[in-house]
């Protein structure tokens, strides 16, 4: 527990910009929270014991969702665990978090599923949906039991860390997951064609004479997963796609009236392969940063709707192991306490953003795909909400994060927006101290 929460009561946030992409809603509104729903801004009022935030000059949204996180429990919490990764959530205005099944063991099975969601549940700080593997041990071969696992709480399946290379196998999980109404979420990588790259293979790659990832193990894999997704039917979503020619291939998928998704991470908008010249661990991630083009065109494909999803990919590492040089060092940056800034940043080129729109794919979006309740500010809905001040000017800190690990090239940046307050179920889960003013009608915080 992060120590900022309150007892679930009634209370009323009063005059923010309410942003509900689920309603196409966006105007100054109040909004009530009765318990552990959201109620009538009046019926909240009237309540003799009820509250108030003061959201004036903040956007209240529906609770962010990061749909491609890695909590590492069960397996690896030296380097996170549930509690810690999900208190990172919220400090970054995320209430849900959808984590991967890259754990050991993995979540291929009932017992483990069960483990993570019983762990969620006891530390209560935000909402966890775990996904289960699409193979038995992430190894490619055989087919997970999708039905139980679904029955008991997987609410998609990927091998997420490794991609599923045999055409056979992944022509049997798309059948599976088609009949149970469930997503893929593949990790699109050929290892023959990676080869063990360290960073993108080019230009700067070659400068550094470093070993070259290919970006056709990405695209490749994304091509041949569509030619069975037309064989299928099933539904696909892309993880973390990095390339120019993927962004294109996703959105002809999306022209023939394909049910194909993505997600773009944060890090892939804004740095290119220049980044990683100094060899500094930190910018060393996977998939890898890629040329300018590449970013060029994930911001397009998200502005134009190709890409339907921000996610944080969020791979807490120590360290000691990213102390061990650029070519040892494992891949991945932290990034749920920074998502919301770093995309800012990189969708606001002309000094303006699309609120509802940056919101809808944190939200909406995400939830689509997972299958999971769409986050929403009508009333009974969910008193899951998000206040976030889009002036809010900030330094990167990685000293200050509430994760386990320190994990980004972002340390110092200068950045805008943050989110300044989480409620889940109608709890005070997070707030930034020097916001504490807006929320004195609205104690005690235990």
């Not at 002309?350 to 689509?368: E, K, N, Q």
Request: proline share 6%.
């Amino acid at each position: 527990m992060n120590g900022r929460e309150t007892p679930s009561k009634r209370f009323v946030i009063r005059g923010g910009r309410v942003i509900d992409p689920a309603r196409n809603f966006d105007r100054t509104e109040d909004i009530g929270v009765d318990g552990d729903r959201i109620s009538a801004a009046s019926e909240s009022d009237a309540a003799p014991a009820a509250g108030e935030i003061d959201a004036r000059g903040l956007i209240v949204c529906p609770g962010l969702i990061d749909m491609h996180v890695h909590l590492r429990e069960p397996g690896a919490e030296h380097k996170e665990t549930i509690e810690t990764g999900t208190g990172a959530a919220v400090a970054g205005g995320f209430t849900a978090v959808a984590c991967m099944p890259n754990t050991k063991p993995a979540i291929d099975n009932i017992a483990t599923l069960q483990h993570v969601i019983e762990r969620a549940r006891q530390i209560g700080v935000c909402r966890v949906h775990p996904i289960g593997a699409i193979t038995v041990n992430r190894q490619g071969t055989e087919v997970v039991d999708m039905t139980a696992l679904k029955q008991h709480g997987a609410v998609a399946f990927s091998d997420d860390g490794d991609g599923v290379e045999n055409d056979s196998v992944m022509r049997e999980a798309f059948a599976r997951a088609r009949e149970r109404d469930a997503a893929i979420i593949q990790h699109c990588e050929y290892k023959a064609i990676s080869a063990g790259g360290v960073m993108h293979k080019g230009r700067v790659s070659d400068a550094l004479g470093l070993p070259g990832l290919d970006p056709r193990s990405e695209e490749d894999m994304i091509e041949r997963d569509i030619a069975l997704v037309r064989e299928t039917g099933a539904r696909y979503h892309v993880a973390h796609i990095s390339t120019a020619r993927a962004v294109e291939l996703v959105r002809r998928a999306k022209a023939d009236g394909l049910p194909v998704t993505t997600e773009v991470c944060p890090h892939h908008l804004l740095l290119t392969d220049d980044a990683c010249s100094e060899q500094d661990p930190n910018t060393k991630m996977h998939p890898p940063l890629r040329t300018a083009e590449d970013v060029a065109a994930c911001r397009r494909g998200f502005l134009d709707g190709t890409i339907d999803c921000i996610a944080t990919d969020h791979a807490p590492h120590t360290a000691e192991e990213k102390a061990r040089g650029f070519l040892k060092a494992p891949p991945g940056i932290v990034g749920l306490e920074t998502a919301l800034a770093l995309t800012c940043e990189a969708l606001s080129e002309d000094g303006s953003i699309d609120w509802c729109g940056l919101i809808r794919s944190m939200t909406v979006a995400p939830a689509s795909v997972l299958g999971v309740t769409t986050p929403s500010l009508t009333p009974t809905a969910p008193a899951d909400i998000t206040l976030i001040d889009p002036r809010k000017s900030w330094r990167i800190a990685p000293e200050t994060f509430h994760g386990k690990t320190r994990n980004t090239p972002f340390g110092g940046r200068d950045v805008v927006g943050r989110a300044v307050a989480t409620i889940v179920g109608g709890r005070l889960r997070h707030q930034l101290a020097d916001e504490a003013h807006r929320f004195e009608r609205l104690s005690p915080i235990n």
